[in-house]
């Protein structure tokens, strides 16, 4: 009895499983490649077109034999739910201070300690984007808007501030001071 349950665990054991089923699937992609060339060549298909076909007939039969090990090596190659970390790029500051007009998302992500042009992320770059926008609807903060806009359109900017709202280099220095902060992209260089 032992015995026998010995040879089910082993007829499902994952290797032999994949072993098996990656020899059948090259075996039946071998012979279907072959089986189906002849069989064109027979029926009157041009014989360079017949062995394109078994030949795409075949490598889809290896990489169709190789899936189940593909997907067991992905499985295994990182633990679920553990996330891929991102590279922290710092910025320029002495690039950007040169910069007088910000977008609210690029003074979140400098506020951070991150470069703007880095895929990121982290909940302080919301937070820091989320505190100017308040600023700017407490009128703490100044928007900038270009020659074309009106003063009905100064009003939309202050009350639905965005992350592509645009404010002065200097007018978020004034923020910052009056709030007892020194971020570093805001020093001069």
Not at 16 to 22: E, T
Not at 39 to 67: D, E, H, K, N, R
Request: with cysteine; proline share 7%.
């Amino acid at each position: 009895m032992l015995e026998r349950l010995r040879q089910i665990r082993d007829a499902f054991n994952w290797g032999l499983f994949a072993y098996r089923l990656v020899v059948v699937l090259g075996l039946t992609g071998v012979a279907s490649a072959i089986g189906g060339s002849v069989w064109a060549v027979i029926i009157g298909v041009p014989i360079p077109i017949a062995l394109m076909a078994g030949y795409c007939t075949l490598v889809g039969a290896i990489y169709l034999a190789m899936a189940p090990l593909a997907y067991r090596a992905l499985a295994h190659s990182m633990p679920a739910g553990v996330p891929v970390p991102l590279v922290k790029t710092p910025p320029d500051y002495r690039t950007w201070s040169y910069i007088q007009f910000i977008t609210v998302s690029q003074a979140a992500y400098l506020w951070s300690g991150q470069d703007p042009n880095s895929p990121s992320e982290a909940p302080e770059i919301n937070m820091w984007a989320q505190v100017m926008k308040d600023a700017i609807k407490r009128k703490e903060l100044r928007v900038t808007l270009g020659d074309w806009a009106d003063e009905s359109d100064r009003k939309w900017a202050v009350l639905t501030p965005k992350d592509e709202t645009t404010i002065l280099r200097r007018d978020l220095k004034t923020f910052a001071k009056s709030k007892g902060w020194e971020p570093d992209f805001l020093k001069d260089y």
